[in-house]
């Protein structure tokens, strides 16, 4: 629980917490709690994050914490958070999920400015770890799946992608003092996640976290954990801290494979170089293709059927594309790597096949597949690389994207489109993008 409780005829609310998020604003006219920081964050960026079994009493100038068990004093001085108040408005776009999108490009960047030490720090932990995991939910889940495929090509080092309710029974009987659990949670307070995290823990195995929120949960119960940088994400369906994942993760894959004598010094150079144009890259995808992504919406927003598919770590890129258009457009849709021949079955005139084709091993076996759902009678939106002619044969609208001189750096770039997709899906559905029916921001109950 997480719970505010007001009496009448008192001046004071009495806040307590037990496994869900509560923060406390420390502003200059009055305080503040929330169970998510960008609530008060256009009154005040200092922050008190609560602990499990701790009461605060707030009056309109001052707090006080206690433990719940002991009624013992807790002394906590509020952090100031580096996320300005510009950030918690739409600054002139009709929605934050659009405002954000389009912040993806100085996100990145952001990200790629992290002090090396904690990532070379992560790598250490992630090189000796017996058995590993990458555990998440929903978006960052998919973060992770992409990151398996890095981590497996960039540092030979297997990895089991989890999402986080299953992690227990699946693995729970595993874990011991040489497994690993690389947590990756936007708020730090995902239920599941934190879940699966204090069990590992209890069994003494390793936690890593990458999270968007200093002094979250997640902070809290990891060894190490690295903040992504992304400032608040408002919108309900995540896009700039999903980006913002994959590049610090990238990263870490770098560092991994270096260490282990993988990748070596001037490959790494070249690897990192291509991070730093991809801020750039994104940026480009935003100002030339926005328009056209736009047209596609507005041409196929009545279609109740979408497919969308992709391979290898762009396997992960289909499934986040997916999981947009759901999210805020309510298409019913399906993600695959590869056809499978019940797939046949759900397609017919009314069903869209997004590809992702990036100029890669899978890009042949894609075009063929795109034929097949073509004859099957579907409309088939390819993103590829620019000039691509086998692929403008085939598909009905290609979404042009440049080249990349490796397959495992599509992902960020790959991904804008869809966000793009999906948001303008919603607004010709006349629906909020920024309020899905049914969800929340962070999923901090089970």
């Not at 934050?96 to 960047?109: A, D, N, T, V, Y």
């Not at 494979?257 to 991070?275: A, D, N, P, S």
């Not at 590829?384 to 009905?396: C, K």
Request: some cysteine; aromatic content about 8%.
């Amino acid at each position: 629980y997480a719970l505010a409780i007001l009496c009448a005829g008192e001046e004071r609310i009495v806040c307590a917490r037990k496994e869900s998020p509560l923060v406390l604003g420390v502003g200059a006219d009055g305080m503040y709690f929330a169970s998510d920081i960008p609530a008060f964050l256009p009154y005040t960026n200092r922050v008190v994050v609560m602990e499990d079994g701790e009461l605060a009493v707030l009056t309109d100038s001052s707090y006080e914490i206690r433990r719940i068990d002991d009624w013992s004093l807790v002394g906590r001085e509020p952090k100031l958070i580096d996320w300005s108040v510009d950030m918690a408005e739409k600054q002139g776009y009709p929605h934050f999920m659009l405002k954000e999108i389009h912040e993806q490009p100085r996100c990145l960047r952001d990200t790629l400015r992290l002090q090396p030490v904690y990532l070379d720090l992560m790598a250490k932990f992630l090189d000796r770890a017996q058995e590993l995991f990458l555990v998440a939910c929903g978006t960052s889940y998919h973060a992770c799946l992409a990151t398996s495929y890095m981590f497996s090509k960039l540092a030979c080092r297997g990895s089991h992608p989890v999402i986080a309710s299953e992690f227990i029974q699946n693995y729970g009987n595993t874990l011991g003092i040489g497994s690993t659990v690389l947590a990756v949670s936007q708020s730090g307070e995902t239920a599941d996640t934190l879940s699966a995290v204090s069990y590992a823990k209890d069994r003494a195995a390793t936690i890593l976290g990458i999270t968007n929120v200093v002094g979250s949960t997640l902070t809290r119960l990891a060894r190490v954990y690295v903040c992504q940088q992304s400032g608040p994400e408002i919108g309900v369906a995540a896009t700039k801290t999903y980006t913002s994942q994959l590049s610090v993760l990238t990263q870490l894959a770098i560092k991994l494979g270096m260490l282990r004598g993988k990748i070596g010094h001037v490959e790494g150079e070249e690897l990192h170089e291509w991070l730093w144009r991809i801020p750039d890259i994104t940026a480009k995808i935003l100002d030339s293709r926005e328009k056209q992504v736009m047209g596609l919406a507005k041409r196929y927003a009545g279609s109740e059927k979408f497919l969308f598919v992709g391979r290898g770590i762009n396997y992960a890129t289909a499934m986040e594309g997916r999981l947009k258009l759901l999210e805020i457009a309510y298409i019913p849709s399906l993600a695959y790597a590869g056809l499978e021949d019940h797939v046949f079955g759900f397609v017919d005139g009314g069903t869209i096949a997004v590809f992702i084709c990036p100029n890669n091993n899978s890009r042949k076996v894609l075009i063929d597949e795109m034929n097949l759902l073509r004859d099957a009678g579907a409309n088939i939106i390819a993103l590829a690389e620019e000039g691509d002619v086998e692929v403008a044969e085939v598909a009905d609208d290609v979404v042009w994207l440049p080249a990349m001189p490796l397959d495992l750096l599509t992902p960020i770039p790959y991904i804008v489109p869809l966000q793009l997709l999906a948001y303008y899906t919603s607004v010709e559905r006349g629906l909020n993008p920024d309020r899905p029916r049914n969800l929340a921001k962070s999923v901090t109950v089970k």
